[in-house]
């Protein structure tokens, strides 16, 4: 079992910016794949970013890419999610997942983090 934490949501502005944590206990945490997922009122959960268990390499989504940054510090059990020029569609619960390298659903999930932009 992974146990996942986020924390980090809040109210910002248009335009401000957030950092997103997510902390994983349980089993060896660089041997996941982790994942940034958010969920808007009324709309499915939606992927955002995910990085590969070195933390080698990264892929966003189209609307966040040059905007959004994943990173992860293994010795730490911590991903990240720097989010920049925030715009109020990104207004959702964060989630982080984990998921092995070899499959292509994610295994855990995180309780999620609340983000709201105002405009």
């Known amino acids: 079992q992974v146990q996942l934490v986020e924390s980090g949501g809040g109210l910002v502005q248009a335009g401000g910016s957030l950092r997103l944590s997510c902390t994983a206990s349980?089993?060896?945490?660089?041997?996941?794949?982790m994942g940034w997922f958010r969920q808007a009122p009324g709309k499915e959960r939606e992927f955002v970013a995910r990085?590969?268990?070195?933390?080698?390499?990264?892929y966003y989504a189209d609307s966040v890419k040059g905007r959004f940054t994943i990173s992860r510090d293994n010795a730490k059990n911590t991903v990240y999610l720097q989010m920049n020029s925030l715009k109020p569609e990104a207004t959702a619960v964060y989630y982080c997942?984990?998921?092995?390298?070899?499959?292509?659903?994610?295994?855990?999930w995180g309780q999620g983090t609340q983000v709201t932009v105002s405009s």
């Open positions: 997942g984990a998921r092995r390298p070899a499959k292509s659903g994610y295994d855990y």
């Open positions: 349980g089993r060896t945490f660089s041997n996941y794949v």
């Open positions: 990085i590969s268990s070195s933390g080698a390499i990264t």
